[in-house]
């Protein structure tokens, strides 16, 4: 509101660009009748007024009645006009009162090419301008980008809002006041458990000053800029479904709600369907790099809206890890929860990686006879080439730390735990039809490590035991493990891109990889190289190559450890899987023989075209 000429559509334009909402000019609304008279030089009377702030009212109704926002530009001179306006929505309107001298709007009318204000229409306005008394007031004699940054300022609302301050929310919530900006906080309340839980954390950060905290949902989301742009963070699962259920009735049409959870792809795709149906945007987001990683830039992979994203884009990317060339480890991955599925196939790639690291570290040490101080050293140095990765270099770290003179791994329990997402990615690399052996042998091995203690320990036979392998030797099979898993991990990723139609790009995947997740690494690098002209990391001739020249050590390894009783699964799953490559060496075929034996399922033969099947009466 203001007198003619203070700049109310200008600034309301903007306003409407900035925060995603319909602007709606007052002159507009005015009836015929109306436009007539002022067209014959009658100015109006306040009985001409009304009808014409009445209709205002009536579609400023109809969007808070659709849980809509609009901005409007209305003199709205008098109080009585404002009342008016105000009807049945008095606490979901807000006043701003662009407020200036008349020599001010005077001389900016002047100035401005083909307008000239007559001072007596200029008179007359501030004659009967009432000035407001619980109006934003905004100083028209700024320029308007000032302008508009006083509003959002006096509006207040914050431009981005997370929910559910657990170890990683807290890192994003700081991350993301770290670079500037303004958020809302939202944490549940829980009776003498979680009690002003965004609040106390505020007040223990100075970077958050400006932030805001809740445990209002409703409070929470009437403090948001929209479109809303919500990150939740919190457990995944049904704990999702409730939190949507509940956070629904205060969003409106375009809100975005964007899921960091490690949540399944398949239920991020339900969600956004289900949230579509009320033209709610659902991003599901993979967030790699745990508690330091989100603070200080994790890797992120966003999924969902493409037109939704671009909303949220500059906030993920400012907050994301940076890779080597300065670019942000956040990229849109694709459609429907490809963002999710990526950030599961993500953690079974982990999964493996830790595992090879553990079977490495149980040929040096029960093998070799190191111990863990000495081991360190190793990965230590192999950290500083071309086996540099996040994994190892923390593992590096794990074996020297001590307590009371012991080295902590062996006070640990010898348990693995697990949250999930190894489950998922074997379960859907196997509906793929995807041999993720790694994996899935890792997965394993977490869970045989929770049911042997039901059985007597078996000692080990340490007779005819051949002698120690040198550590070139243990670093090639290593090396060469690894290629293997990801081979594996970043297949099931292109097999799903292509049964979803999804368009994965695999070295854009592999670039946010490079940076800020679990299992950045200088593989990755390589890999996201290797991306940019196959789709099957076997066929890269460097690889193809390593795979000749380091299968002889892989299989010392095996043996080694094999002959020392250890077990290794996934080195022996690398092993497999190259031994299987072998086209001279046939085992499948006695498969289908036997498949054809029993059950009539049929053959394809050698000595035949392809497609051609075979049955024979075996007796
Ligand atoms: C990451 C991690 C993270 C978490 C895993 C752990 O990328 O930051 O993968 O998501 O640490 O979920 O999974 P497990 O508990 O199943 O080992």
């Known amino acids: 509101m203001g007198v003619s000429g203070s700049g109310k559509t200008t600034l309301g334009l903007q306003l409407s660009e900035n925060l995603g909402l319909e602007f709606y000019d007052g002159d507009h609304f005015h009836s015929k009748s109306n436009i007539d008279k002022m067209s014959a030089g009658n100015p109006l009377t306040d009985e001409d007024r009304f009808e014409w702030l009445e209709s205002i009212n009536e579609a400023a109704q109809k969007l808070v009645a659709s849980k809509t926002s609009g901005i409007f530009a209305c003199s709205a001179l008098k109080e009585k006009y404002r009342i008016l306006l105000s009807k049945n929505i008095e606490n979901e309107i807000v006043f701003l009162y662009l407020k200036g001298t008349k020599e001010v709007i005077q001389a900016r009318m002047n100035a401005r090419k083909g307008h000239f204000m007559p001072s007596q229409l200029l008179d007359s306005q501030f004659k009967t301008l009432e000035e407001p008394q619980n109006a934003l007031e905004i100083d028209l004699t700024k320029s308007p980008a000032e302008m508009m940054q006083e509003t959002l300022e006096k509006i207040n609302l914050s431009e981005f809002g997370l929910v559910g301050l657990g170890v990683m929310g807290k890192s994003l919530a700081r991350n993301l006041a770290n670079n500037g900006f303004q958020i809302s906080l939202f944490n549940r309340f829980v009776e003498d458990k979680e009690v002003s839980i965004a609040e106390k954390f505020i007040d223990s950060h100075e970077e958050l000053k400006t932030a805001k905290g809740f445990e209002d949902l409703e409070k929470f989301c009437k403090s948001l800029q929209t479109p809303r742009k919500i990150f939740l963070m919190i457990k995944a699962g049904v ?3 409730e939190f949507i259920e509940k956070i629904k009735p205060y969003l409106q049409k375009g809100d975005i709600l964007i899921d960091g959870g490690n949540s399944h792809f398949k239920d991020t795709k339900k969600r956004m369907d289900y949230l579509a149906e009320n033209d709610l945007h659902f991003i599901g987001t993979g967030v790699s790099g745990g508690e330091e990683g989100a603070l200080r830039g994790p890797s992120i992979m966003p999924s969902g ?23 942000s480890c956040c990229t849109y991955i694709g459609a429907d929860g490809s963002g999710h599925f990526i950030k ?13 690291i553990a079977e490495v570290y149980a040929l040096l040490r029960y093998k070799n006879g190191l111990n863990p101080d000495e081991i360190s050293e190793i990965f230590h140095n192999w950290n500083g080439g071309q086996l540099k990765s996040y994994l190892l270099e923390i593992t590096a770290k794990i074996l020297t730390k001590k307590e009371k003179g012991k080295w902590l791994v062996d006070l640990i ?8 997402t190894g489950n998922w990615t074997t379960v859907t690399a196997t509906e793929l039809g995807i041999p993720a052996t790694l994996i899935t042998s890792a997965l394993f091995a977490r869970y045989v490590s929770t049911v042997r203690e039901k059985y007597e320990s078996i000692p080990s036979n340490t007779e005819n035991e051949s002698k120690n392998l040198n550590f070139r030797i243990i670093e090639k099979a290593y090396a060469l493990a690894r290629m293997v898993n990801h081979q594996q991990g970043f297949g099931l990723i292109k097999t799903a891109s292509d049964a979803y139609n999804w368009s994965l790009n695999l070295s854009e995947i592999a670039r946010i990889w490079t940076n800020g997740c679990i299992i950045r690494s200088t593989l990755m690098e390589d890999i996201q190289i290797y991306f940019e002209t ?12 390593q795979i000749i020249d380091f299968k002889g050590d892989l299989k010392c390894f095996c043996l080694s450890a094999l002959q020392a009783e250890l077990p290794i699964p996934c080195m022996l799953s690398a092993n497999d899987y190259i031994n299987s490559l072998n086209q001279n060496i046939n085992t499948a075929n006695i498969i289908q023989a036997q498949r054809d034996f029993f059950g009539a399922h049929t053959y394809q033969r050698r000595d035949a075209e392809g497609g051609k099947f075979f049955h024979t009466i075996w007796e």
């Open 239 to 241: 704990e999702t479904d």
């Open 344 to 356: 599961m196939v993500h953690n079974g790639v982990e999964y493996a990686e830790m595992q090879l």
């Open 413 to 420: 329990l010898d348990q693995a735990g697990n949250k999930g």
């Open 534 to 545: 196959t789709a099957d990391l076997f066929e890269v001739s460097e690889i193809k190559q």
């Open 305 to 327: 809206n493409a037109a939704a994203y671009k909303n949220i884009e500059r906030f993920l990317n400012k907050i994301a890890a940076i890779d080597k060339n300065g670019g």
